[in-house]
């Protein structure tokens, strides 16, 4: 009872179970952080390649990208930023939702709340290259029991589930 209807709020909003990065086809200068990692996984996987190097005098240089023929099939938005360039969001998995690990009962068994995951599946090179194939994300839904019936009402994320640092003392 509970799978299904969870599979149901999935399935009315297919990009909820969709898996995505986005980023700015460029690289300025020394950037030593997330886009020239993500760039260099995905040029060696040949989804995108340099297409040109602008130098300013006195400024650092600025490396454009472009997605290959490999890569287009996994675009699912293409616009510009807005700092003016090329941005793309690219799949790069599917989540699936697991079996529903428990569900725990309000007193008056008028609620109740069902905790399962969002495990990946179907990765993309780009997933394969920029995602850990073994993520889960922790949910719980929730459920009001009203004209003997349960009745879906919402889904959170699982914060008891999520595996955070400790915060200092003081």
Do not use: C
């Not at 179970?17 to 690289?27: D, H, M, N, P, R």
């Not at 941005?87 to 697991?98: C, E, G, L």
């Amino acid at each position: 009872m509970a799978k299904e209807q969870i599979e149901t709020y999935f399935n009315a909003d297919p990009q909820e179970l969709t898996g995505s990065v986005s980023f700015e086809a460029i690289i300025k200068g020394n950037d030593t952080g997330h886009n020239r990692m993500l760039f260099r996984l995905f040029t060696k996987g040949g989804l995108i390649k340099l297409k040109e190097v602008r130098s300013v005098k006195g400024a650092d240089s600025v490396y454009y990208f472009e997605i290959t023929r490999k890569g287009k099939p996994f675009v699912l938005k293409e616009t510009v930023s807005e700092d003016g360039y090329p941005f793309f969001v690219v799949k790069t998995f599917d989540y699936y939702v697991s079996p529903v690990s428990s569900i725990r009962y309000s007193p008056d068994r008028k609620e109740a709340a069902a905790l399962f995951d969002l495990a990946i599946r179907n990765l993309t090179p780009f997933g394969a290259l920029a995602a850990d194939p073994n993520h889960k994300m922790a949910l719980i839904a929730f459920f009001q029991h009203r004209d003997n019936e349960w009745k879906f009402q919402r889904i959170e994320i699982n914060i008891d589930a999520l595996d955070l640092p400790a915060l200092p003392a003081g």
